[in-house]
């Protein structure tokens, strides 16, 4: 049986096509080597490198006085937890069975890294929304991960483990059927796929009803709202004349708070010198777009759960003719978690590997997204991706979700995956081998509630250790 440490992984995808020998008869070969009940099995082994040692090694090179806040975050649930354990599992997945099909991975697939934002046409769409852990690697990887996601946000949600159970098998099915689905269509068919959420409405409503979907609708029309103009109106106040980023440490700090003794004019020089390297990534046209706007402000803004600690800036620009607001993130882009297991990237700037990464797997990426590499506060380069912040987005709110809304929320999240896979991997190939029966849905099920068992144990350990401080008491 095949493992992913002896997959070949060294072929790195380019989105160009898909493996010449792809057919159906490979995919049901597969079945031989690789049996879709051997994915139930998993245990954790003698050697199992500690989770918390995992995260000590993620936070060294992350923001000291920021790890308090991500460990706070990653207490508060079992869900939190394994939110910011993407590298726990990457390191436990690497001794799963794989069939050796390759795909772009998300590499970090839970159910709240999917959601709405706006599509380049002014649609809201739902999509995958992170990219930090991008990679070419195993699909099972990620189906994986999503259906724990989706077993862990059951039990942490009340659900009864029937209610739980059946929200996998429907994840699963989901993502079996629309590999089908998308084996049948041609790649260009393939490509322009996608999900359109006020087309999804009627549906939204049949399978929640009532107030749930009520409260579906108000969120859909929040996040039409939430694009640079109200990020502005949020996080800026005027000084002077001049619109300013409002300080909320430890939150949001602006940069000149942080360098106080440092001169105004020189940071805004600086900051003009790594706009202009961006833009360098960016094409011809989207460059004259962001010619029209000049730099105001810049600060340092927390994000998320597994990138607390990783830096992360907002840039205030304002349009030259206008003087309309547009709020870019710059957010620091450090190795995949997954390389340990599946090797290096392509890339040697870990920015423009997630940007490589969002492009082949959303059916719409934002139009001014892009990659820099600069020297910090400290001197040292990193890498960042850049994109416009918020620009409508929008996820299901998983801690006051229903059990049929998890389970039609999962079900979006496991079509949007199989669609990230069919368009960089080989559809024929992995829905020849999925089939048309549940055995693989069963299989994943077992799984799912073996590694959320691993999870709650491993959490229970994170809390022991203290886990509203930082990890090990440093």
């Not at 308090?68 to 207490?75: C, I, S, T």
């Not at 322009?192 to 939204?204: Q, R, T």
């Amino acid at each position: 049986m095949q493992r992913a440490g002896t997959a070949d992984t060294s072929a790195q995808l380019t989105g160009a096509g898909r493996p010449t020998a792809s057919t159906a008869a490979v995919g049901k070969d597969l079945r031989k080597r690789v049996p879709r009940r051997s994915h139930g099995e998993w245990s954790a082994s003698p050697d199992r490198a500690s989770p918390l040692e995992i995260l000590r090694d993620q936070e060294k090179d992350r923001v000291p006085e920021l790890l308090p806040l991500r460990h706070e975050r990653m207490a508060a649930s079992p869900f939190a937890f394994f939110r910011g354990g993407a590298a726990i599992m990457a390191a436990d997945l690497r001794e799963t069975p794989v069939t050796g099909l390759q795909v772009q991975l998300c590499g970090d697939a839970h159910i709240s890294n999917f959601g709405g934002f706006a599509s380049p046409e002014r649609r809201l769409v739902f999509d995958v929304n992170d990219f930090d852990e991008t990679l070419p690697g195993p699909w099972e990887w990620d189906v994986k991960r999503m259906v724990t996601s989706v077993e862990i946000a059951a039990r942490d949600r009340g659900f009864g483990g029937a209610e739980g159970r059946a929200a996998v098998l429907e994840t699963a099915g989901a993502y079996r059927d629309a590999m089908r689905s998308f084996a049948a269509m041609t790649p260009l068919e393939v490509w322009y796929a996608s999900l359109d959420v006020e087309a999804l409405l009627p549906d939204i409503e049949e399978n929640l009803g009532g107030h749930a979907a009520r409260d579906a609708g108000r969120r859909i029309s929040r996040a039409m709202g939430k694009d640079s103009a109200r990020a502005a109106r949020k996080l800026t106040e005027v000084v002077d004349g001049r619109p300013r980023i409002v300080d909320e440490p430890p939150l949001v700090v602006r940069l000149q708070d942080l360098l106080p003794d440092v001169e105004a004019q020189q940071l805004e020089e600086g900051i003009r010198g790594i706009i202009a390297d961006y833009r360098q990534t960016l094409s011809p046209d989207r460059q004259v777009l962001l010619d029209h706007y000049v730099y105001e402000d810049v600060a340092r803004k927390v994000v998320g759960v597994g990138s607390v600690g990783r830096l992360s800036w907002i840039v205030l620009l304002m349009g030259r003719e206008h003087a309309d607001p547009l709020v870019l993130q710059l957010k620091q882009a450090a190795s995949s978690a997954l390389e340990a297991h599946l090797g290096p990237s392509r890339y040697p700037n870990h920015g423009e590997r997630v940007v490589r990464g969002q492009r082949l797997i959303q059916a719409s990426s934002d139009v001014l997204l892009g990659w820099l590499r600069t020297a910090g506060l400290d001197g040292i380069e990193r890498d960042f991706y850049v994109r416009q912040l918020w620009d409508w987005k929008t996820s299901a709110d998983l801690t006051t979700i229903s059990a049929s809304g998890l389970a039609a929320h999962a079900r979006l999240c496991a079509w949007t995956l199989a669609r990230a896979h069919a368009r960089t991997g080989d559809p024929t190939a992995i829905a020849s081998y999925l089939g048309q029966g549940a055995a693989f849905d069963h299989a994943l099920a077992v799984f799912a509630a073996v590694y959320a068992d691993q999870n709650q144990r491993d959490y229970d350990e994170f809390i022991r250790s203290g886990g509203d401080s930082p990890v090990g008491g440093r």
